[in-house]
């Protein structure tokens, strides 16, 4: 069964820091592009981070680059996003999701995980 599982979502203040997972079970992640999206209720889900397949070249929305960094390790079929500096407007249900291409638009992904909370607040 192909199945993406986020955790380490949580409550963070202000300033810190939280590493997501994305693990992989059923396929292996390595052959795809793996991207991490976020959502707030009632706007649009927004791609904030990629990372090819092939080179692991990475991809950041404006609004993380310089504090999230996005990695993969192979041998644990996981994909990771470190957040930094992190800021009240960071707060969403955080996804991972896979894709044949490369690409920050969530409309191509095959593959979704079922989504992790970050709550940013003091």
């Known amino acids: 069964q192909v199945q993406l599982v986020e955790s380490g979502g949580g409550l963070v203040q202000p300033g810190g820091s939280l590493r997501l997972s994305c693990a992989a079970s059923g396929f292996s992640l390595d052959i795809y592009a793996t991207g991490w999206f976020r959502q707030v209720p009632g706007k649009e889900r927004e791609g904030i981070s990629c990372?090819?397949?092939?080179?692991?070249?990475?991809y950041y929305a404006d609004s993380v680059k310089g504090r999230f960094t996005i990695s993969r390790d192979n041998a644990k079929n996981t994909v990771y996003l470190q957040m930094n500096s992190l800021k009240p407007e960071d707060t969403a249900v955080y996804y991972c999701?896979?894709?044949?291409?490369?690409?920050?638009?969530?409309?191509?992904?095959?593959?979704w995980g079922q989504g992790t909370q970050v709550t940013v607040s003091s």
């Open positions: 990372i090819s397949s092939s080179d692991d070249n990475t």
């Open positions: 999701a896979a894709s044949l291409i490369t690409t920050m638009d969530w409309d191509d992904y095959d593959y």
